[in-house]
């Protein structure tokens, strides 16, 4: 070895390698992506092909790589806007004012699970869930409370709802409506990305056919109505979460994003029209390098789809906004402060790769809802990188770099590799019925769990660096009174509606469910204005509709 | 066929976090037991009904919704009410200390939380099927 630094250095790529390969790597460790992709020990120019104007352009101009603004955060922060909902409306109000206190720049809605299905709190499928994983919202009352002293007009509210999409931005229009707040005036996001749910998150009522109609209705009245709000939040993080790769992240996205827009203009609705309000929701994991190439491939891919194949000729069309969410799946239950670590490089990454917004998980979090300690961390965790780093000085700082130039090549070539994949078997709805993607998905969740079982795939405090008698940290607690208060208030509103009017409204939006070629939003926004619920709206609609059973794959 | 321990995975109630119960269904069928995954968005009555049926040895509950305190006892009791009560009922997901405390004292074997390992469930069902 001592010889070898006496020899003469010449330089070059050949003798860094020769002298690389002459030092044995570290034994046990995978030096591959959290994804599985290999990389190489270093990037240099001959490693990446780069054309700066045709592949990364300038910010805020197609194809939009190193940001879709032109002055990113130096104009403007991304939003810290941190998911939150539990228990009652009540309870819920209270926490986003708390957050709104502290310094959070819009809000998020969490439902819990009946709201999430279509049921209400007193149906039999909701016992002992009702509160428990969000919020319970059964009918524009309960909305009413909920945003009890938060004005519509001033804030951007995002709801992550999926199967009753339609109803639930219907009961925040109406609140918009009782406050005085205008429809054009209402800003937000509600996910209703239905087709992720058959792949990931689980989250569907009615099969995709009719589900694919009303996610269409619903962008075709916001383009209309409520040019400020994102019917649509293309997301990826749930398939990330339950256990896909970044590349399979991003293209199983973006191929639902196309679904919609090819169902959009199938529909009529020139692309124009609609496009510039679709929005995106990604992961942020931990393999730091991977993640901002991810963002960076899903903004170029989309620019360059939405231009040469879709032929939008606005640049808003081109541009893809997202949200960021910090990846729970990486939250551990043992050493749970270590959290806090992984959490800030995830929403580093997130931030390095051009977020619109941004929600970062709390340390507690791999058992409980949020306490509000470790939640104000959490949002303590943005506010310092925003203001403490340094990393938003300089727009999209690490572009240029060989070794992300070259992961953002990779992950964009892999995503069409995917998109190839999914339009040989049909488009993306048959291969969902096919269990393609879910399957995909179960074996990258696979590979990577037997990587961390093998050791190989280091997770801090589970398997290296545990510590024994660990003190448990206090967690949230949900009053279990709780469910039975909201079944009483959900019946009162029942009991209180001029039932002539909500039986009407109902007969009204099961008949236009009918009627493939009526928009069902009206119909929706009549029933709730007569205090009908979400999950008589819903039993309406699978009545005419059907449910969907999946064949799970494993 | 006669040797392999029958297990049934379920997914009880409303959650559809099943990243979990899927892997640990494919470790235990490469284990060499027989699984019967049921599935999401299971009744108890379901879930025990399946167990009956395919003459389950264990029963492993998956549940990350938080509403793991009302279902799991209601599968234990309507197991009881069956009369099967031989069967090992093992639960994971997002259970709180306290709570995997009171459910093992309701008669659940063992809970495996974020983070256990799937070799671990795999030598826990054999020893407690086995006993």
Redesign the interface.
Known sequence: MATTDRDEQTGGAEEWRRRYESTPEREGELFSTISGLENEPLSSPGDVDLDYERDLGWPGAYPFTRGVYPSMYRGRLWTMRQFAGFGTAAETNERFRYLLEHGQTGLSTAFDMPTLMGYDSDHARSLGEVGREGVAIDSLADMETLFDGIPLGEVSTSMTINGPAAMLLAFYACVGEEQGVPLERLRGTVQTDILKEYIAQKEWIFPPEPSMRLVVDMIEWCSERLPLMHPVSISGYHIREAGSNAAQELAFTLADGFAYVEACLERGLDVDSFAPRLSFFFNAHLDFFEEIAKYRAARRIWARQMRERYGARDPRSWLMRFHTQTAGVSLTAQQPEVNLIRTAIEALAAVLGGTQSLHTNSFDEALALPTEHAVRLALRTQQVIAHETGVVNSIDPLGGSYYLEQLTNELERQAYDYFLRIEELGGVITAIEQNFMQREIAEASFRYQSEVERGERVIVGVNRYEQEDEQPIEILRIDPALERKQIERVQAVRERRDAGAAEAALARLKDDAAHGDRNLMEPIMAASRAYVTMGEMCDALREVWGTWRETPVF | MAGKIRVVVAKP???????G???I??ALRDAGMEVI?T???Q?PEQIVETAIQEDADAIGISIL???H???VPRILELLRENGVEDVVVVVGG?????DADELRKLGVAGVF???A???EIVDFLKGAVAA
């Open positions: 109630g409303l959650d559809g976090h099943d990243r119960a899927k892997i269904a494919r995954y599935g999401l968005h009744t919704s938080g509403a305190m009302t279902l997002t259970i709180p200390d306290d939380g974020p983070g390992p799937t070799t």
